[in-house]
Structure formats: structure tokens, C-alpha cells
């Protein structure tokens, strides 16, 4: 149990932009410098260190920069936004356990820049004149490749058609829900300062005019590609509370697999497998709070039906509803639930999730460029193997 033993105490971000103009390197180190500055802390008070498999930059690179002076412990978790809560989970069972006292997290990418997770080469590169596919992975692999199925992208397209189809949603009411959450999105990004669109509005009609990526999801539906780095700084509960006045707890936080996780899964019947309601229930049952208490939540969007598999994941909804529930509710600053609020992967940047964290917390903080009144509590939580819960 992790409750309210430790607690979030600096946050950084850089700029999100098309390009940086920076290394990832040089991403990190402002993004870091800015969280260790936010807590009040000097880089030598840091001895634990966890990163994403996925980044480029290592603790290693950290500790010869900044400098971190006595790191006794470092971790990384595997994969992208399947870990996006699990860097908090093991930070926080580091401290608990004793492990370490204070531990920086971060996320460094020029994925406009650099790498282009969205680019079907990324996933199945040409061997001079022969394109192989191998494996089970999906995309691109022997079961994927070879029929046109390359992208990320394509995977959720056909998840937002297997969720219509399980629930009887014809092709307007799909198209409305999705649009619903691609346009609150860009609502809440407007008002953000930090927002790659920013200066781009966005309605209904031109939503629902944008050219179609892979039916039924359209070019709105899909994240942005970002360059940008977050960090984050955890510490002891006492601590924190000497540290600052306004600390964010952290109540519960979770990281799971499932069969497929090395892929985007196509490899089950319903989007909703992907969640183990034992592992949400837990989540809930370890924080010490219900669906009915949070008051605001980031959920995971590398597209627009992310949200929607969410609020019935997490709770919010019942199963074959959050369709109809973000078209009649919606999710603004004055609804039952309001989510994504900084913009989120569509409209803020794509920074493999740790943009949702760092809204959490300032959420939390009432710092929020939208800041839903008196919020209590956070969730955040990515397709229901990656969550955690905040708290004030």
C-alpha cells in the first residue's frame, strides 16, 4: 500500500512544439532542472531515477549532467503509454520500500522532430526490395503486415469499429461521440498557454469535414506529433509536506500486461478486454476512493476513442454508454466529470502520456490554465493497465 506515504513535489515541462531544435538530451535536462526547481530541491538530493524504455535518454547520461551525486537506485519501464502510470508506481514502491528517498521520473521526445511512432516504417522497415513481416505483433506483424494493418493508428480505428459494432452505434452517432471528444479537447487547448493548438479552434462541422485517416477515425480523431519533456519529482510523504504547502499525494497507482501488450492488440474480441476489472477495482479499493469521488481525470488519447473505452473502464459509464454519454453530458470545466482538460494528446502534444500527469497535479494544485473547481482527487489512467490515482 502506497497511500498518501509519498507525494509529488515538482513538476517541469518544456515547450511542445513540431521542432525543437534540441536534443532529447537537452530536452530532459530543462524539463528535470525545471521540476527540481519547482520543488525546491537541488539535482544531489536525488538518489532514485525511473525512465520509459522507450527514451533515449539514460540515468546515466543524468547523473555526469546535472550532477546527481549518489544515485543508489534506478528503474525503467518497458513500452509507451502501457506505462505511462507505471514510472509513478515504481518510483512510489521504491520510496515506500526504503529504496530510495526522493525519485525523479521523466518522458524526453522529438517524436515530430525524430522518430515518428505513427510512420508504418517505424513498425516494418524495408530490407532493400523486401518488406518481412514476423511475429505476432500487431502492427506490421506476419498476421497484420501483410493484409495493409501497419500503424498504431489503424489498430484503433478498427477498435472504434468493433465498439460500435458491439453496441449497435450506426456510423453518425460514432462519428458525433468521437467528434465530441476531439472538439472539448481542442476547447480546453484553446485556453492553454502550453497547447501546440492553441490559436486553433475547432468545431463540430470542421470536424466532421476533416479527410478520414482510417475509417471510422478521422484526422482530429488522431494525437498530435510532439517534440517536448516532463518531469516529475516524488518524495516521502513528510517530506513533501516540508517542502511545500500544496504537496499531491499519490494514493494508489498500478502498471499491468496482458497478452498482447507488446503490441496494440487486435487480438481479442472487445476493446474492453484490455482492462481487468480486478485490477481497477484494486486500484480504487488501494486509493481509498470510488468512480463517484474524482473529481477530474486525464485519460490516455493517442485517439479520440481512447477516452470513450475509458469512462466505461474506469467506472463512469456502463458498458455500450460513454458514447452517448460525451454527446449528452460532455465533459466541460462544469460537467459530472471533466477529462483531458489541458487538451490532452489531440490538442495539447503527445508526450507518451506524462502531459496527463504533470494536468493532474496542477489540477490538484488549482494552477490549472482549466481548473475545475475544488478537484480533490485525479485519475489517470491509460486503456485500464496503467493508472493511478492523486490527491491533494
Not at 502510470?85 to 515504481?90: P, R
Amino acid at each position: 500500500m502506497i497511500r498518501k506515504q509519498t507525494a509529488i513535489v515538482g513538476i517541469g515541462q518544456t515547450e511542445i512544439s513540431k521542432a525543437s531544435g534540441r536534443t532529447e538530451w537537452e530536452l530532459a535536462l530543462e524539463a528535470i532542472q525545471a521540476a527540481l526547481a519547482d520543488a525546491g530541491i537541488d539535482a544531489s538530493e536525488i538518489d532514485g531515477v525511473v525512465r520509459y524504455g522507450y527514451d533515449n535518454v539514460t540515468p546515466a547520461m543524468l547523473t555526469r549532467t546535472l550532477p546527481i551525486q549518489d544515485l543508489r537506485w534506478y528503474g525503467e519501464i518497458p513500452f509507451g503509454g502501457t506505462a505511462q502510470c507505471g514510472v509513478v508506481a515504481q518510483a512510489c514502491a521504491a520510496i515506500v520500500s526504503g529504496i530510495a528517498t526522493t525519485v525523479l521520473i521523466y518522458r524526453s521526445l522529438n517524436e515530430r522532430s525524430g522518430v515518428r511512432y505513427g510512420r508504418a516504417e517505424r513498425n516494418i522497415a524495408a530490407e532493400g526490395n523486401v518488406v518481412r513481416a514476423a511475429g505476432l505483433k500487431a502492427p506490421a506483424g506476419q498476421f497484420c503486415g501483410p493484409y495493409g494493418l501497419l500503424v498504431p493508428g489503424q489498430c484503433m480505428a478498427m477498435w472504434a469499429q468493433r465498439y460500435a459494432y458491439e453496441h449497435g452505434i450506426d456510423t453518425d452517432q460514432l462519428s458525433l461521440s468521437l467528434g465530441a471528444v476531439a472538439v472539448q479537447q481542442r476547447k480546453y487547448a484553446n485556453r492553454n498557454p502550453l497547447a501546440m493548438m492553441r490559436d486553433r479552434p475547432l468545431d463540430m462541422d470542421a470536424y466532421l469535414s476533416s479527410r478520414m485517416i482510417s475509417s471510422p477515425l478521422r484526422l482530429f480523431d488522431y494525437c498530435l506529433e510532439s517534440d517536448g519533456a516532463a518531469a516529475m519529482v516524488i518524495t516521502k510523504a513528510d517530506r513533501a509536506r516540508a517542502l511545500r504547502a500544496d504537496p499531491v499525494y499519490v494514493l494508489s497507482a498500478q502498471q499491468s500486461l496482458y497478452a498482447y501488450s507488446e503490441s496494440t492488440m487486435v487480438y481479442t474480441q472487445s476493446l474492453t478486454e484490455m482492462a481487468k476489472p480486478d485490477n481497477i477495482e484494486k486500484l480504487y479499493r488501494d486509493a481509498g476512493v470510488s468512480s463517484s469521488n474524482v473529481s477530474v481525470a486525464q485519460f490516455y488519447d493517442a485517439t479520440s476513442m481512447g477516452p470513450l473505452a475509458a469512462l466505461e473502464e474506469y467506472g463512469f459509464c456502463k458498458k455500450g454508454e460513454a458514447w452517448k454519454y460525451v454527446v449528452d453530458e460532455g465533459f466541460g470545466l462544469d460537467s459530472r466529470l471533466p477529462f483531458n482538460t489541458h487538451g490532452g494528446h489531440l490538442s495539447e502534444g503527445y508526450l507518451h502520456g506524462f502531459n496527463h500527469l504533470t494536468e493532474a497535479v496542477r489540477q490538484l494544485r488549482g494552477t490549472a490554465a482549466n481548473q475545475v473547481r475544488s478537484a480533490e482527487v485525479a485519475l489517470i489512467g491509460c486503456n485500464g493497465q496503467s493508472s493511478a490515482i492523486f490527491a491533494r
